[in-house]
């Protein structure tokens, strides 16, 4: 099932019917705007593939799937994990930021733990994980994050500047949960290379606007130890990495080869 029924979820759901994910088959899906849940379900079954456009969460989850694809927002994966992880639903989250919440993130082991569940986390913007987690286990690491956007990204908003649209202008810094308190939904991944490095807490996180790019961001992750400089930069013009990701979180649950 599918929570955030939006371009993200379109891609997960054009990845089944184009055979790219022929493990799953999507049972439901959800969306606080009634009319795009509505429209999802009936996409698939234009194509022959039942799909139920649900109301609520308790909804959902009475179709008891094996997984929940989160791919709305850090409030709303806070307010449907445990319920979640409770019914015997594994997770596959975008919405990462929401694991800032140090809490939070303690209950949401505890009940996967209790309940033989799991949250899987897609790698969005970035990637390069296992490298992070790697260095991070060799000990004695340091890490830092830098996210750059296009200055249009800010014109609403108070950060806006006029000197932004001639030179690149810090917007941020400090750590992780920091960032994610500032920036709710903009900086997920800066609390995914968190949880794969050093700790959102302890990792060093910068934004900065820069006139260089017209669409997307850039992500760059640096993560350094006694042995090991490991530089983790992506590029992306649009969102769309975000939810192939996801594809990609899926395919390799059910492999036989793991990634």
């Given at each position: 099932?599918?929570?955030?029924?939006?371009?993200?979820?379109?891609?997960?759901?054009?990845?089944?019917?184009?055979?790219?994910?022929?493990?799953?088959?999507?049972?439901?899906?959800?969306?606080?705007?009634?009319?795009?849940?509505?429209?999802?379900?009936?996409?698939?079954?234009?194509?022959?593939?039942?799909?139920?456009?649900?109301?609520?969460?308790?909804?959902?989850?009475?179709?008891?799937?094996?997984?929940?694809?989160?791919?709305?927002?850090?409030?709303?994966?806070?307010?449907?994990?445990?319920?979640?992880?409770?019914?015997?639903?594994?997770?596959?989250?975008?919405?990462i930021g929401?694991?800032?919440?140090?809490?939070?993130?303690?209950?949401?082991?505890?009940?996967?733990?209790?309940?033989?569940?799991?949250?899987?986390?897609?790698?969005?913007?970035?990637?390069?994980?296992?490298?992070?987690?790697?260095?991070?286990?060799?000990?004695?690491?340091?890490?830092?994050?830098?996210?750059?956007?296009?200055?249009?990204?800010?014109?609403?908003?108070?950060?806006?500047?006029a000197e932004?649209?001639?030179?690149?202008?810090?917007?941020?810094?400090?750590?992780?949960?920091?960032?994610?308190?500032?920036?709710?939904?903009g900086l997920?991944?800066?609390?995914?290379?968190?949880?794969?490095?050093?700790?959102?807490?302890?990792?060093?996180?910068?934004?900065?606007?820069?006139?260089?790019?017209?669409?997307?961001?850039?992500?760059?992750?640096?993560?350094?130890?006694?042995?090991?400089?490991?530089?983790?930069?992506?590029?992306?013009?649009?969102?769309?990495?975000?939810?192939?990701?996801?594809?990609?979180?899926?395919?390799?649950?059910?492999?036989?080869?793991?990634?």
């Amino acid at each position: 099932m599918i929570v955030g029924c939006g371009y993200l979820a379109d891609i997960v759901a054009d990845a089944l019917l184009n055979g790219l994910l022929p493990a799953y088959d999507l049972v439901g899906v959800y969306s606080r705007t009634p009319a795009k849940a509505e429209r999802l379900a009936a996409k698939m079954e234009q194509a022959g593939r039942a799909c139920k456009a649900c109301t609520s969460l308790e909804e959902l989850l009475a179709l008891e799937p094996d997984f929940l694809v989160e791919a709305a927002s850090p409030a709303a994966m806070k307010e449907l994990t445990l319920p979640t992880l409770k019914n015997g639903t594994s997770i596959v989250t975008l919405s990462i930021g929401a694991l800032a919440d140090n809490n939070f993130l303690e209950a949401v082991k505890e009940t996967a733990t209790a309940h033989g569940t799991r949250v899987y986390l897609a790698s969005g913007a970035t990637g390069g994980f296992d490298v992070l987690r790697t260095a991070t286990l060799m000990g004695n690491a340091s890490a830092r994050f830098l996210n750059e956007k296009g200055v249009r990204a800010f014109r609403r908003s108070h950060f806006y500047s006029a000197e932004m649209e001639a030179e690149n202008k810090q917007i941020f810094s400090g750590t992780a949960r920091e960032a994610i308190a500032v920036f709710p939904t903009g900086l997920n991944v800066a609390v995914a290379a968190s949880l794969a490095t050093v700790g959102p807490e302890k990792l060093q996180v910068t934004m900065e606007s820069t006139p260089r790019f017209t669409a997307g961001d850039r992500q760059r992750v640096e993560i350094q130890n006694d042995q090991v400089h490991a530089v983790v930069d992506v590029f992306s013009a649009t969102s769309e990495i975000a939810g192939w990701s996801v594809v990609a979180t899926l395919q390799n649950i059910v492999s036989p080869i793991v990634f």
